[in-house]
Nanobody, 120 residues
Framework: QLELVESGGGLVQPGGSLRLSCAAS????????IGWFRQAPGKKRVGIST??????STEYADSVKGRFTISRDKNTVFLQMNSLKPEDTAVYFC???????????????WGRGTQVTVSS
């Protein structure tokens, strides 16, 4: 089992930065791949980035490469988001499971999400 709690969302101007945190706990935490996903109003949930249990293997969606950075410090996973655009506005979720993939349908364990709004 995994329990996941996101924090760090908020309102930011275009070009600004935010750092999201995902605190993970539970029996699978030492083995888990943790991913960040987002869902904009009226759109499907999509994968943004994942990091494996060691923190050495990461993956990014093309839409965020070069702007977002995922990192892991023990049981907390961070998503540093720079050069934010209005189209990054969404609810951001972290999720965990044992497979490294950006496909949200694979992940069994989910946090409740945190809102990120990019607007002037």
């Amino acid at each position: 089992q995994l329990e996941l709690v996101e924090s760090g969302g908020g309102l930011v101007q275009p070009g600004g930065s935010l750092r999201l945190s995902c605190a993970a706990s539970g029996s699978l935490v030492d083995l888990a791949v943790i991913g960040w996903f987002r869902q904009a109003p009226g759109k499907k949930r999509v994968g943004i980035s994942t990091i494996d249990s060691t923190g050495r293997s990461t993956e990014y969606a093309d839409s965020v490469k070069g702007r977002f950075t995922i990192s892991r410090d023990k049981n907390t996973v961070f998503l540093q988001m720079n050069s934010l655009k209005p189209e990054d506005t969404a609810v951001y979720f972290c999720a965990g499971d044992l497979i490294e993939t950006l496909n949200p349908n694979i992940f069994r364990f989910w946090g409740r999400g945190t809102q990120v709004t990019v607007s002037s």
